[in-house]
């Protein structure tokens, strides 16, 4: 059994984590080395998410990971999550900017490539958690619309992509992933989220962990030194 976060969406405060199981098919549990799946999540490097929530439109998919290209263009009728938009849309307003989809639910598939050639079909589960966007809006236009937009916010990623070959191998992956997200919100209504990955940077506690490693090491050796002229080079002293 594989675990992902999912993000239901339960009034106005946005997503609340849960856990989804997923029985991975026994035709075959596959990664890219024909190995057994590797316990910890694959971290996105690079690429971009676009979803239109309001017409059940996953636009663009395409990010990369070790190993992996997922890719998939003008995904129609798949359906896009989202916590309700802020009511009125005016300038100063918090929206939420998470979101929540399933691949493989729209009219055009998901692909993607392996690192050793072999293409695949990418269905399942892709979650978006971020924080409230300070919105900035315009004036209304000659039909009255409202178009507001989404200041950029961090947002993390969570996803567990089952991935079938040409060959009817099946294997699911599971990814996380960073960036920042923008978007719009307008009256007409309609939104669009723009989720874009970046690799992540080291936190300011694993560096001083780093740096203070680094330090003890070359303490160590200075002492070891040291002691080496105090003994005049004897080595049979450190016996």
């Known amino acids: 059994m594989a675990h ?6 339960s009034g106005t405060r946005g997503p609340r984590e849960r856990t989804h199981e997923t029985n991975v098919p026994a035709i075959a549990r596959l990664v890219l080395t024909a190995e057994a799946a590797p316990a910890e999540p694959i971290q996105v490097t690079s690429g971009r998410i676009v979803l239109f929530p309001d017409a059940s439109f996953t636009a ?3 990010f990369v990971a070790p190993g992996v290209h997922v890719l998939g263009d003008e995904i129609e ?3 896009v999550l989202v916590p309700p938009a802020p009511s009125p849309l005016r300038t100063g307003a918090l929206a939420d900017m998470s979101a929540f989809t399933v691949n493989g639910t729209g ?6 490539t392996l690192s050793d050639g072999r293409s695949v079909r990418v269905t399942g589960p892709m979650s978006f958690r971020a924080p409230l966007s300070r919105l900035t809006c315009g004036s ?4 009255d619309v409202i ?5 950029p916010v961090p947002f993390t990623f969570g996803a567990e ?6 060959d009817d191998a099946v294997f699911t992956l599971q990814f996380i992933g960073q960036g920042t997200v923008e978007g719009f919100f307008s009256t007409d209504p309609s939104r669009g989220f723009f989720y874009t990955f970046s690799t992540p940077v080291p ?8 740096g203070a490693g680094i330090l003890a090491a070359r303490i160590s050796r200075r002492g070891s030194k040291t002691s080496n002229k105090a003994n005049g080079g004897d080595t049979s002293l450190r016996r």
């Open 107 to 112: 009219e055009n598939p998901v692909g993607g």
């Open 77 to 79: 009728e798949q359906p």
């Open 60 to 62: 663009f998919i395409d």
């Open 140 to 143: 209304p236009d000659v039909v």
């Open 161 to 166: 992509l089952t991935m079938a070959t040409v």
């Open 147 to 151: 178009r507001c937009e989404a200041a």
């Open 4 to 9: 992902v976060p999912f993000l239901p969406f």
């Open 203 to 210: 936190e300011p506690t694993t560096l001083l962990l780093l």
